[in-house]
């Protein structure tokens, strides 16, 4: 870093000397799943993840969860225990070492708690009290199960302690099993471990004193604990308050984190998406500081710029910022803050797509960082061409963009001609709907970018032949998007008629419109996407009434589970009404304001009467007309994005990137 002190952040890259932790600044990489394990043995691509955060500029990684007991087998999580990690585990910690960096293995186990849809055949808990999210009954662990389970952790700690980890934190929040343990709303034992609050307490206690008298000295112990999680009768912040007092007050712990939510209706609490204030937490975290008898606090959720880390730092709220997601999207996200280049920060969205993906089973990827774990992703240069060539990207979309400024930095002449008056593509108008403004970060720094390295625009232009000749290529990457398919059982006239628009129409007339426009809004969706129900949001806002309708069970199928919780908390609270199972009948009656809704199976109608407005979100159709006509006089036609196939944000700026660097 080539400023460790730079003026703008004194506080944010002021170093830290504690009892057993010496760190350069006060940047944590918070834990997350890289899903880069394979048979619980340690990968070099898992490696590469970490090594890329430290070199980044944070100054303490926690790992992702780990198996640490003999009861833990999960395929995904690294087995302490396995005698194959032993050279993996020093490899991994000489890989942060040497960027003047700690590492810190995560202890926890999930319990009951299910992140995805369905039961969990394996479960464990506290008492035989189903899970609040899947209804999973687990398995109740004996005394002896616990005892052993708090033996095993403290030797896998101190296997962790040999290989070189500066220590561990102990995951006691998000509904995981320790969590389980301490909340009165799913601990009934009348054992030891359950009955009051020093019972409830003594998993977690025991596990730490069994740690601290197993290890040396110097190895240090984070707790992150519950600040709320949002279930009465379970851990509220006054109950938050007592337990980080008494883990606090007897216990040599070396920084406390709170976080919220549960596996539960408050699954969504746990990362804080799009629609939540910035800094989502930090107002409950400031006031739970007076519980943790001045152990140095952590501050977490949703902070994403150099500034608000400092600002939090300033006021003393918090000692530490530990940046999850945020780190994912880019690693060097420190030392471009310490260096005052603040624009080059790919910054993140709060999309959740990471989180999707990892829930998946499929590897840590990240909507706006397309390199997530390769051995250049740290500051990022794309190399130079080995010859220099004329390319025209027609659109200026996330994939377009993408594409666009990469093939610049490799020294080619790139122009981008945009039907639209300004870079973004449909991504600008989603940015400009409720919940939607972080999207708007992705686009900023491609078009940044772009601009650097001298890509030539032309906005305002509907591309044809003539202006992409015009341009002289030597390649053309069509980035056109795509556009939603009229539903296909809906009458011809009312298409002829015009007055149905899709969703994305609908939303370019109404995001500017602040005035109540009144009546009934219906929207069809085929979608179950965000920005489907970013529109509803902006509809319940100017409509006196908003019905959705879909075939499928349930709106927002195709979201992660995490998010589409949030969607489910949003509309219920905004009383917008659901119709499943459903289809817009051709019954209906447009011209009077009526609309006869279908029950899929049964034939069943139902009346919506005074609708103002009737719109639809629908699979996509590729903006491809161009192709063939292209590719009968160019030799070398791309086409990327939607306008390939209809997919996804993370496909578009991944799929742009891919195609920049092999131009």
Known sequence: ????????????????????????????????????????????????????????????????????????????????????????????????????????????????????????????????????????????????????????????????????????????????????????????????????????????????????????????????????????????????????????????VDYVAFCQGTHGRTLDWHIPDMYWPRSTWMPLIEKLKASVNNVPLVGLGLITDPAEAEGHLARGQVDFIALGRALVTDPAWPRKSAAGREADIRYCVSCNTCWGQIVDGQPLVCDNNPRVALADEVDFVPTTAETPRRITVVGAGIAGLETAWIAAARGHAVTVLSAGAQAGGKTRLHAALPGGESLSSIYDYQYTMARRYGVRFEFGLHADMEAIQSTTPDAIVLATGSGLRWPRHWPVAWREDGLIPDARALAENLVAITVPQGGTAVLFDMDHTEGTYALVALLARLYDRVVIVTPRERIAGDMPLVSAMGTHRRLSLATVDQMPLAEISSESVLEEGLVRVRQIYTGRLTEIPDVAVLTYATPRVPNDALYDALCAVYPEVHRIGDCRQPRTTLVATSEGHALGNTL
Not at 76 to 88: F, L, P
Not at 97 to 111: A, K, M, T, V
Not at 209 to 229: E, N, T
């Open 1 to 252: 870093m080539s400023t460790p002190h730079h003026d703008k952040y004194p506080l944010l890259f002021s170093p830290y000397h504690g009892q057993r932790l010496q760190l350069r600044n006060r940047i944590f990489h918070a834990s997350m799943t890289t899903r880069r394990v394979l048979t619980s043995l340690i990968t070099p691509e898992m490696i590469q993840y970490y090594a890329n955060r430290a070199a980044g500029g944070a100054a303490l990684v926690v790992s992702e969860p780990l198996n640490m007991a003999r009861i833990q087998n999960a395929p995904h999580k690294v087995s302490v225990r396995d005698v194959r990690n032993a050279d993996g585990l020093r490899q991994w910690v000489a890989a942060i070492e040497q960027h003047d960096c700690r590492l810190l293995g995560q202890i926890q186990d999930s319990g009951r708690g299910r992140h995805e849809r369905g039961r969990n055949p394996a479960a464990i808990g506290a008492a035989a009290f189903p899970d609040d999210l899947s209804w999973t009954v687990p398995r109740v662990l004996r005394i002896e199960e616990i005892e052993q389970f708090i033996d095993d952790v403290a030797h896998s700690a101190v296997r962790l302690e040999q290989a070189g980890f500066a220590g561990v934190e102990i995951s006691s929040g998000h509904g995981h099993l320790f969590h389980q343990f301490l909340s009165p709303w799913s601990n009934d034992r009348e054992d030891r471990y359950g009955g009051d609050f020093e019972g409830r307490l003594r998993f977690l206690s025991d596990t730490v004193a069994a740690i601290r008298q197993m290890c040396g000295r110097q190895f240090a112990i984070g707790l992150k604990l519950p600040g709320d999680d949002g279930f009465a009768g379970s851990i509220d912040p006054d109950l938050a308050a007592q337990i980080a007092a008494a883990m606090t007050g007897r216990h040599d």
